[in-house]
């Protein structure tokens, strides 16, 4: 019983903090989400400006148009795209068509397997947040057609087998928690993450590689997506930190403890009448003195 209290004393105390927690967070969730979206108020076109300083003032790479990109880069500012041309000898260009086509069939699946993520959900924040990403992700397909355009390439997949076994995963967890618990909603946003922080790797290593082959178009339309998937991991935390986590830390501990104390007072209870009921017994049978 003691325990019990102490367990509910502590959860009291660790809502309280989270809530105050959550509310100082309010600010930086809204200012989060003002950066989604094609107009995001953090411009992709400056971390790319960024990375692209020291083309500026590097030698450009010695081939047949060097002279007439260097004239271009001294015109705008930036370095002249080059030509996309993957095939037999162009090893990283064949390499990032390769991942661009790994990452289109990634998000194609995400967007099959979020309603099932949906749907399992105990709580309306997070049940909100899946529906979010599940348009933002379709905007991602879009926006990964549009670089396959760029580079004036056929938009199909590869089958991602690393996708494959985060969405396997995903459906396992939801099979194996109980349905309408804090606990669930926990392992969904851990499963969440776990595809967000691949599809980071990926956007963030093709950003890289368009702007060292000169696909500048190329690289800011991914840059968007990777700033979006970023935002959207950041808002995962602050969901699983602020509430869902520390309610499901005490899920069905009370419930266990409370029903052992209510055990354990019907059991002494019994013991106690059932020693009244002795005594008198004991008393009727004593003979009496003649």
């Known amino acids: 019983m003691k325990q019990a209290s102490t367990a509910r004393r502590t959860s009291g105390q660790k809502s309280k903090n989270t809530t105050q927690k959550k509310q100082s967070n309010a600010g930086s969730r809204q200012a989060n989400s003002g950066r989604s979206g094609d107009g995001n108020s953090r411009s992709g076109s400056s971390r790319i400006e960024a990375r692209m300083q020291h083309e500026r003032t590097a030698n450009m790479r010695p081939t047949s148009g060097t002279m007439e990109r260097s004239a271009s880069a001294s015109r705008s500012g930036r370095p002249a795209a080059n030509r996309f041309q993957p095939g037999n000898g162009q090893y990283l260009e064949n390499f990032f068509l390769d991942q661009l086509k790994d990452i289109y069939y990634a998000e194609q699946k995400i967007v099959q397997s979020l309603p099932k993520m949906i749907e399992a ?33 056929k938009a199909e997949g590869k089958k991602c087998e690393a996708i494959e076994g985060i969405v396997r995963e995903a459906e396992q967890i939801i099979k194996e928690t109980e349905q309408n618990t804090m606990t669930r909603d926990a392992a969904l946003i851990m499963a969440a993450q776990k595809v967000e922080h691949y599809e ?91």
């Open 121 to 153: 959900t105990t709580t309306d924040e997070l049940r909100e947040a899946f529906e979010d990403h599940l348009h933002q992700t379709q905007r991602h397909v879009r926006r990964l057609e549009k670089v396959f355009e760029a580079l004036g390439q």
């Open 200 to 290: 980071i790797a990926s956007y963030g290593g093709l950003v890289q590689l368009a702007i060292t082959m000169g696909q500048y178009e190329a690289a800011e339309i991914l840059d968007k997506t990777l700033m979006e998937e970023e935002d959207t991991d950041l808002l995962l935390t602050e969901i699983a930190e602020c509430e869902i986590n520390v309610m499901a830390e005490f899920e069905g501990s009370n419930a266990g403890e409370e029903g052992g104390e209510s055990e354990e007072e019907e059991e002494g209870s019994w013991d106690e009448d059932e020693d009244k009921g002795a005594r008198r017994m004991q008393k009727n049978d004593t003979p009496e003195e003649g």
